[in-house]
């Protein structure tokens, strides 16, 4: 077969190609072989067709649907292409596109492809309840775990263009890296985090963000990562993170605010302890409002200033609280989700 056809196909062309879909969903050896002699010949082309084989399999394999309409159309689909083969295709992980292979169906469900494109480009939201952990899984492998009270929002079909997602609350990302050429970022390569006013752009990375009351915390752990602020008013501002920075955007200000010794425990709530280091009193039991739904009250305003030195880090609220008390010899009581601090 002669391979030069395939030296800058598209998504879209590619999923237009009889002998691509049919060597996706029914492969053989003979057809494996022929799309790793593509990759090799053209590299660039590697994540192109990583992307329309990742999206042909994800469809292929779904088994849920939103409406009774698109499993319909699947059905059909089923029908004319006949059942997943059991040797998959071996290509690398990547983003995914609607399927314009899905034409099969198209002849006897014209209007139906129509809302499959609308299913596959809607926007995704995810919330958490307080105190709850949860973990999304975005389309290109990217992994977020989110906080309590938290919501992601990003959209399902992601592909050749800008890996986004919006952030309220707190989340913890480990970046799936795109880019090989770091002076050529392709758009579908750029990856960016938007929580209001600020925007975070990364290649490949794992970094923390706090997302509350108007102010935006990041915290960079591995890799590196540019915070871009604009407003209104003026030029936009940016700083460029290494791991171990912790930067602050608030009142429409972005500036760097720390160097952490020891940024991996920017992600511990990840695995449901609380630790804190050099905190106030305020900030650790503020932390307790926004991620598990309690409610503080102090009956003494300066208590919310009172720091603890150093280190605490405990696997409950019950040993948080407690070591608190023992620590500021403050009195602290805790009745359901209330908590009193005398």
């Not at 409406?67 to 690398?92: D, F, K, N, Y």
Request: proline share 4%; with cysteine; charged share 20%.
């Amino acid at each position: 077969m002669d391979l030069t056809k395939y030296a800058s196909l598209t998504i879209a062309e590619l999923l237009e190609d009889d002998a691509f879909v049919k060597s996706v969903l029914e492969p053989t050896a003979d057809s494996v072989r022929l799309w790793q002699q593509v990759g090799e010949r053209y590299p660039a082309q590697k994540e192109t067709i990583a992307q329309a084989t990742r999206l042909l399999r994800v469809y292929r394999t779904q088994t849920t649907f939103e409406s009774s309409q698109q499993a319909e159309i699947w059905q059909r689909i089923e029908a004319a292409v006949g059942p997943t083969a059991t040797s998959p295709l071996v290509l690398p992980r990547a983003t995914r596109r609607w399927p314009r292979a899905l034409r099969i169906a198209a002849a006897v469900m014209p209007l139906g492809l129509g809302s499959l494109a609308v299913w596959y480009n809607q926007e995704q939201r995810v919330e958490t309840a307080f105190g709850e952990l949860k973990t999304v899984d975005l389309p290109d492998g990217t992994r977020v775990v989110l906080n309590g009270n938290s919501t992601l929002t990003y959209h399902r079909g992601w592909g050749q263009h800008v890996r986004e997602a919006w952030l309220q609350g707190e989340g913890f990302f480990k970046v799936v890296h795109l880019n090989q050429d770091s002076t050529h970022i392709r758009p579908g390569e750029r990856f960016v985090v938007h929580c209001n006013n600020l925007n975070i752009e990364v290649l490949g990375t794992t970094f923390n963000v706090v997302n509350r009351h108007a102010d935006v915390r990041v915290g960079l752990v591995t890799g590196k990562i540019r915070l871009t602020a604009t407003t209104p008013a003026g030029p936009a501002t940016s700083l460029v993170l290494a791991p171990g920075d912790y930067a602050k955007y608030a009142a429409q200000r972005l500036a760097l605010t720390d160097k952490l010794a020891h940024p991996e425990k920017l992600a511990s709530w990840s695995k449901r302890q609380f630790v804190f280091s050099n905190g106030t009193l305020g900030d650790i039991l503020k932390s307790l409002e926004d991620t598990h739904g309690y409610r503080v009250r102090y009956t003494r305003a300066a208590a919310r200033h009172l720091k603890i030195e150093g280190d605490i880090n405990v696997a409950s609220v019950q040993e948080l609280l407690q070591t608190i008390s023992t620590i500021l010899h403050v009195s602290i009581y805790q009745n359901g989700k209330q908590i009193i601090v005398n």
